[in-house]
């Protein structure tokens, strides 16, 4: 027989606040000795750290926890706690945990989780990332435009774009198009999914009821925990602050309009009055407080290997979209290893305006790095490309994007930042077949307003 993961068992174990609280008020010498059995396996990890970290990390909740309790050739634990066994798989099945998995069942275990997927911010990639970790396969259901329009509004992205961002993130297995709201047991057999994960907010239907009622006494759902601080309304508050610039339009100019001659009116008129205005009063971004553990749950543990060809791409990366993805992607397929930096907030307005950037540099640095193409990032990256820049990081080529479809920008900061990279012969431009960004997001939603 295979030996335990203890790693998992302890993940597990931990998996819900309420199955750790119960066990460090009323079986602390058991935390105490689990951790003794791991330190002599795990000794480059700090113990206290990594509890903390795997509390939020499960996989197979009862079917590893029964495997720590019940497998003959694990270490031997203290006969008195029996009492915590028989307390923890009570408490686990009062929370519609799934039920236990065969020791020697080697079926991977299936995650469906469902969403609107729009307007995607770290939120949204956290959820996913902590919804793999409660399987082997996660299996992402992307609802559909009439869906989402039914129950919420109009999305600002359509179902193609949406579907697009989501097979570009690195926990995601399998994206299924075109899903309904709320889901059913017959749509998990149907994707061969043993279990929904959902976060532990209360999902409920249009008579204030729990939607996924049904799925939790069947036993198949899986709950981790929603991240809080950041939101779609908010981003779309910030792009709808843009689109109230609108009321001072009738003064620059009475014709009618086409939206994209209204959105470049609108961006200059922006630009005159961020002009005119002091720091204060200035839009800032969504607010949104970074950790170092966020940081290190998104990225990746691999470094370039002698001989990769290191590709470099620079950008704000603001509202992460499929055209987003399709750049990295290319970029990514020209080389080895794929380096991104961002601009910082600073020079995000400098460039692009005081109402930019919507998202923070540091979860623009989550967004970025929940994608698959991405194997690190640069946070707070130069406008212009320099030597120093090269050299740190042995860059081989550095890639730009179609200037069609960038932010416009103001004059000075035409310059060509890309200058260096020109004169080394190591520039190359991508046309994209995406031809979106912010500016057509805040079309949409100035058409959509009338609708």
């Known amino acids: ?17 309420q199955v750790y609280e119960l066990l460090r008020d009323k079986y602390p010498e058991f935390i105490n000795q689990v951790c003794e059995m791991l330190h002599k396996e795990y000794k480059k990890k700090e113990i206290k750290e990594f ?13 590893e926890f029964e495997r720590l309790f019940l497998v003959d050739s694990m270490p031997k634990l203290d006969t008195k706690h029996h009492d915590l066994f028989k307390d ?90 075109g899903v309904p709201y709320n889901p059913t047991i017959e749509i998990l ?28 006494k069947a036993g198949r759902m899986k709950i981790f925990k ?28 009475s014709k009618p309009m086409r939206s994209g001659q209204y959105i470049n009116v609108l961006r200059e008129a922006h630009r005159k009055a961020s002009d005119e205005s002091d720091e204060e009063s200035k839009v800032r971004a969504v607010k949104f407080l970074a950790t170092s553990r966020r940081l290190r749950q998104f990225s990746n543990s691999h470094e370039p290997k002698p001989g990769d060809k290191i590709v470099y791409v620079s950008g704000s990366f603001d ?44 979860e623009r640095v989550l967004n970025v790095l929940a994608c698959k193409y991405v194997d690190e990032v640069v946070i707070g990256a130069p406008w212009f490309i320099t030597e ?37 012969g190591i520039y190359k431009q991508i046309v994209l077949d995406n031809k979106i960004n912010i500016d057509t997001f805040i079309e949409r939603i100035i058409d959509n307003r009338d609708k």
């Open 319 to 362: 509202i992460f979209h499929c055209g987003d993805v399709e750049f990295l992607q290319k970029a990514k397929e020209m080389g080895d290893f794929l380096l991104v930096g961002l601009y910082d907030d600073k020079i995000c307005r400098e460039v692009y305006g005081s109402n930019y950037p919507l998202l923070s540099l540091h």
């Open 189 to 216: 057999n149907k994707l061969s999914c043993d279990f929904n994960a959902h976060g532990d907010d209360i999902a409920k239907d249009s008579n204030g009821e729990d939607s996924n009622i049904e799925i939790k």
């Open 226 to 253: 929603r991240t809080e601080g950041v939101s779609t309304t908010d981003i779309v508050g910030r792009l709808l602050q843009i689109t109230q610039l609108s009321r001072d339009i009738s003064e620059i100019d």
């Open 388 to 424: 120093d820049l090269v050299k740190s990081f042995n860059i081989q080529l550095i890639v730009d994007r179609d200037p069609e479809f960038q932010l416009p920008q103001p004059q000075y900061a035409k310059s060509d930042n890309f200058q260096l990279a020109r004169e080394k």
């Open 88 to 177: 923890v798989m009570q408490l686990a099945h009062a929370n519609s945990l799934p039920a236990a998995h065969s020791v020697e069942s080697t079926k991977p275990v299936r995650i469906y989780l469902e969403g609107c997927w729009d307007l995607m911010h770290s939120g949204h990639y956290n959820a996913i990332r902590q919804a793999k970790a409660l399987g082997d396969v996660l299996v992402l259901g992307v609802i559909s435009d009439e869906e989402i329009a039914k129950n919420k509004g109009i999305p600002v992205m359509t179902l193609k774009e949406r579907a697009a961002i989501a097979r570009g993130i690195k926990w995601v297995d399998e994206v299924v198009e």
């Open 1 to 17: 027989m295979k030996p335990i993961n203890w790693e998992n068992g302890l993940h597990n174990l931990l998996f819900h606040a």
């Open 51 to 63: 509890i903390q970290e795997i509390r939020v990390s499960a996989r197979q909740t009862i079917g």
